[in-house]
């Protein structure tokens, strides 16, 4: 098929344009049609009207003695009334036997027109119009008897001198509407192997994809180019939900590991650490104890404010590990305070410049919203410190009636972001794909926008009231 009957606008002027031009041209036949029945009516009254009017002058003619009864002086009295032809009909005259009397051609004078159409109907006493077959053509012939004669009056017409060239076309509107016919047939057959079947075969892939066939979509299904290009859009969508599918797969697995490598972590802090301190706190307060028993009571006090230091670092301790679990400032204080609590935490760790930027009021958002964009900005903060090498970090929070937006900004070195998402975790940048995942799950958008050497920005914005929430 040639690439230019693929296109959808040739197709659609095959299935609108067309049969619509064909359905016009229908119209304006059958307008022609009846156009030319009406100038046929209207000129067979004429010429019947003027055949009445000669026979009214020859019968004067007749009763007053001008003219002869066999005709003789005729031609000499009628030319100068009508002259040799009524442009562009034809007046005849002939007697009962069907002998010319009078005829424009000098030479048909005395011819038979015996078989003539309209002298046997003049015969029996009749006037009218017929349509009848003459030598050069069909012909329009008005006819009538003459009162007191056997005499016959007819007008003879060519049919195609009524109407104009344009106009005689309408002989051909049978064949121009079975031409239509077979054209918007063949044009419908063409649709239908070119855009119905191709979009049905293609419904029917994409529902093969719902199920779980992936092969479904893969299946040719031909067809106009414009089905062929949304046929490979959705193939290639087809392979990025894969993709996505294989990504979140990783991803998973990677929060996984990641869970466990924390409880794995936590365990061996409380073990080393808060575990540890309480058994030296138990074995020095057993120590304080015997001391007591002793009445060595300042030793016993010495031991036992060493006990209170070292139970309020075990405290700080546990307060540390708690914060890394659940950050407490987000409920206590809320997102701001807790937020910037992180920044300074951060800049205690780091000799790079952190900057926290509140731009106007915040309004308060869902729990679940406040800890996502905490986290978030967590995990911006520890992939600016820790991976993009940068020395200048900043932390932008606002809030307006649409809700909540968080920025954290880096000069660090940055990277080559992928076209997809799902590439991120073949990269092995799970932390994103977290910042993704937390956005998209409380009806946010997250925006990333980073280049090799030119830092990195990542940007969200959540909705106050989360669907989810």
């Not at 000499?76 to 442009?87: E, F, H, K, N």
């Not at 073990?271 to 307060?285: M, N």
């Not at 030793?299 to 407490?328: K, N, Y």
Request: net charge negative.
């Amino acid at each position: 098929m040639p690439r230019w009957l693929r296109s959808l606008q040739v197709q659609l002027f095959l299935w609108a344009v067309l049969p619509v031009t064909f359905a016009l041209l229908a119209l304006a036949f059958t307008g022609v049609y009846a156009h030319q029945r009406a100038m046929r009516d209207f000129v067979a009254g004429r010429d019947l009207a003027l055949a009445r009017l000669t026979a009214r002058i020859l019968e004067d003619g007749l009763a007053h003695g001008t003219i002869a009864p066999d005709g003789g002086g005729l031609a000499a009295w009628i030319l100068p009334l009508v002259g040799p032809s009524v442009d562009p009909a034809t007046l005849v005259i002939v007697d009962g036997e069907g002998r010319v009397l009078f005829h424009p051609d000098p030479q048909r004078v005395g011819a038979d027109f015996s078989g003539a159409p309209g002298v046997a109907e003049v015969r029996a006493g009749q006037e009218g119009v017929v349509l009848a077959e003459g030598e050069e053509g069909p012909l329009l012939v008005a006819f009538t008897p003459l009162r007191g004669a056997d005499w016959a009056v007819l007008v003879e017409e060519p049919v195609e001198g009524l109407i104009g060239p344009i106009l005689r076309l309408s002989g051909l509107a049978p064949v121009v509407a079975v031409a239509a016919g077979l054209i918007s047939l063949l044009v419908l057959a063409f649709g239908w192997a070119t855009i119905v079947r191709p979009l049905r075969s293609l419904a029917q892939a994409a529902e093969g994809v719902s199920w779980g066939d992936d092969s479904a979509i893969a299946r040719p299904v031909g067809g106009v180019q414009e089905v062929r290009d949304l046929h490979r859009a959705l193939a290639e969508m087809v392979e990025r939900l894969r993709g996505y599918e294989a990504g979140m797969r990783d991803y998973l697995g990677a929060v996984s590991r990641g869970q466990e490598a924390e409880r794995a972590r936590l365990a061996r802090e409380l073990h080393d650490g808060p575990v540890q301190a309480l058994i030296a706190l138990g074995q020095q307060a057993e120590m304080a104890r015997r001391l007591l028993a002793r009445g060595e009571v300042d030793r016993a006090t010495a031991l036992m404010e060493s006990l209170r230091q070292q139970g309020m670092e075990t405290v700080d301790e546990l307060r540390r590990l708690i914060s890394a679990l659940r950050p407490p400032y987000l409920e206590d204080l809320g997102f701001l305070s807790a937020v910037e609590a992180l920044v300074r935490e951060a800049a205690s760790r780091t000799d790079a410049r952190l900057e926290f930027i509140q731009e106007g009021p915040v309004p308060r958002c869902d729990p679940e919203v406040e800890l996502a964009a905490y986290r978030i900005a967590q995990e911006a903060l520890t992939n600016a410190l820790q991976h993009a090498r940068a020395q200048r970090i900043t932390v932008r929070v606002r809030g307006d009636e649409k809700g909540l937006f968080l920025a954290v900004e880096d000069d660090g070195v940055g990277f080559t972001l992928p076209p997809r998402p799902d590439l991120l975790t073949r990269q092995g940048h799970f932390g994103l794909v977290g910042m993704q995942e937390r956005a998209t799950r409380l009806g946010g958008r997250l925006t990333i926008e980073t280049a090799p050497g030119r830092g990195t920005r990542i940007a969200v914005r959540f909705p106050v009231h989360s669907p989810v929430a």
